[in-house]
């Protein structure tokens, strides 16, 4: 068996969720979900990122102490990664001993190595982003951007890493493992960073300015900067079960340029660690084209959403709608064009057809395919076709495509069932007819569970319904799932299941056309 170890970012926890966090952390579970299927070991650690001049702010704003603050956010986050049906194995946060101790201890290690000093700086330090900022970063008037917030200048002794010293093999490393980053532009996107001489990463705030954090081992007048204790939940979550290195820390874009391209490749490597195999970067929830945060307090959330339309509905949509790497906009009226027209109007529309013709004509227990004849060959075709190509989209994270030919067969389905009309031969007495009306059952009741066994991953409560009202319970290697077959013959289906009521007449818009 194959281990697979993949990762989220671990969230901030100083606002509410949205659907960017909810996204990524969807995105995962599909991934690992998947990898489950096909049969690997999978690991799947998410989490929050609790330390930082923010948190401690924010506690003080509500007038309690941090540690209550990070306790009720993250309690946030992981109600809804699991009311969203996230799969995580492991849950960690920061503020955890167990992280907290890796962390010292590598600081030790990195220190006692001389890979990190201390030097005094004085430099311009935006409190908001929790960093010191470079000449580079001022707009052309001299002014500093908005997302800094207040600059100031400051001095103090400070501790820092050794960056610059690796910056070398980095390159090297990226050069000989092209495939590091996926999408494969992000990769070029760092190489052109790398182009620049690195400074090296300063890693300590004094504690006078900031005292939520991780001291410093070797001093315990200083805490930890938040990437450097952040990025180590990767691997202190894993440090006793030798998971290490990761398959894939998945990531926005936002925090791939420098933390985890630079600085995580980079800490390993100081401490003999290997870097994990694959970065995986997607792209953006925008609204009105600006990225979804909770800053600009336009932020969609998830669970206002869910409570409306399902969970799968949700994660359907999600991964349908998102080429994995690029941007998409998020608005309420393209979620409704999915829900209307492919899940409400195809495959709820192919369920409820199933179940109610099996009833009316077969009392309620699916018969075997007598018959083959062109519209059945030509479902059959389409299948064979759909699952081979289905299974490489996957694994290059194509979802969205792959969701799209899983819908082509479903529409596909219900195009047989309107050549067929069952309806008609159920009027019928004559033994031919009797023949073909079974032979449309069984089809499109074999086409319907072949299509939720292939989407399984992205709405697995969905699948797992539809397998019950067809009377089936799956067997447990997914592969074997996927051929066309006679397992349902003599299966006692259910009357009805409503799966994707309808929003309200006033919301619903014009289906679109697969
Ligand atoms: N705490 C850091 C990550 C540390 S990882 C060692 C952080 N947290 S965050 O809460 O700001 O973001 C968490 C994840 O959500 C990031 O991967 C980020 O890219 C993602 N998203 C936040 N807003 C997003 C969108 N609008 N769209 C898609 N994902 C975005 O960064």
């Known amino acids: ?8 970012a671990i969230d901030y926890v100083n606002g509410s969720p949205h659907i960017g966090h909810a996204y990524e952390k969807v995105l995962t579970d599909v991934i690992a979900r998947f990898r489950r299927q096909l049969g690997d070991q999978v690991h799947f650690l998410t989490g929050t990122d609790e330390h930082g001049q923010k948190v401690q702010a924010s506690a003080k704003q509500r007038g309690i102490e941090p540690q209550q603050f990070v306790d009720e956010t993250s309690a946030e986050f992981r109600a809804l990664y699991d009311r969203l049906n996230v799969s995580y194995d492991d849950f960690i946060r920061t503020t955890e001993p167990r992280h907290k101790q890796v962390v010292r201890d590598i600081l030790q290690r990195l220190f006692a190595a001389g890979e990190i000093y201390q030097a005094e700086y004085r430099g311009f330090y935006s409190t908001r982003q929790e960093q010191f900022l470079q000449s580079k970063d001022r707009l052309p008037d001299g002014s500093w951007p908005e997302l800094f917030g207040e600059v100031a200048e400051i001095v103090e002794a400070n501790y820092f890493f050794r960056l610059k010293k690796h910056q070398d093999w980095l390159i090297e490393f990226l050069t000989e493992n092209d495939d590091f980053i996926f999408p494969h532009f992000r990769q070029k996107q760092v190489m052109e960073f790398l182009k620049e001489p690195l400074n090296d990463l300063c890693i300590s705030r004094p504690k006078a300015r900031l005292e939520w954090g991780i001291p410093l081992p070797f001093d315990e007048n200083y805490v930890t900067y938040v990437w450097f204790d952040a990025l180590l939940n990767y691997y202190s979550a894993v440090v006793d079960q030798g998971r290490w290195p990761a398959d894939y820390n998945l990531i926005g874009k936002d925090i791939l340029v420098p933390p985890h391209a630079v600085y995580w490749p980079i800490m390993l490597k100081a401490c003999g660690l290997p870097p994990p195999k694959h970065l995986l970067v997607h792209g953006w929830w925008l609204q009105s084209g600006a990225k979804m945060s ?23 949509f999600l991964i349908r709608e998102m080429n994995v790497g690029q941007d998409s906009e998020f608005t309420r009226e393209q979620f409704l064009v999915r829900y209307n027209s492919e899940l409400a109007n195809n495959l709820g529309n192919l369920v409820n057809r199933t179940l109610n013709m099996t009833t009316r004509f077969a009392s309620g227990v699916l018969p075997a395919a007598e018959v083959s004849e062109d519209p059945e060959r030509e479902l059959h075709d389409l299948w064979t076709r759909t699952r081979d190509e289905f299974i490489p989209l996957c694994e290059g994270f194509q979802f969205h495509t792959a969701l799209e030919r899983m819908m082509v067969f479903v529409t596909a389905t219900n195009t047989y069932i309107q050549r067929r009309e069952p309806w008609k031969l159920g009027k019928s007495a004559e033994a031919k007819d009797q023949a073909l009306l079974r ?28 397998n019950a009202v067809l009377g089936y319970t799956p067997g447990a290697d997914w592969r074997a799932e996927l051929t066309w077959g006679a397992k349902l013959n003599g299966a006692k289906v259910a009357e009805a299941l409503v799966l994707f009521p309808r929003p309200a007449p006033a919301e619903k818009t014009p289906a679109k056309v697969l």
């Open 1 to 8: 068996m194959k281990s697979f170890y993949i990762t989220t």
């Open 294 to 316: 909770k800053s600009t307090g336009a932020a969609v959330n998830p669970l206002t959403l869910v409570e409306e339309f399902g969970v799968d509905a949700f994660r359907y």
């Open 439 to 466: 032979t449309s059952l069984a089809t499109m009741a074999e086409a319907l569970r072949l299509a939720v066994a292939l989407s399984q991953h992205v709405t697995p409560a969905t699948t797992a319904r539809i």
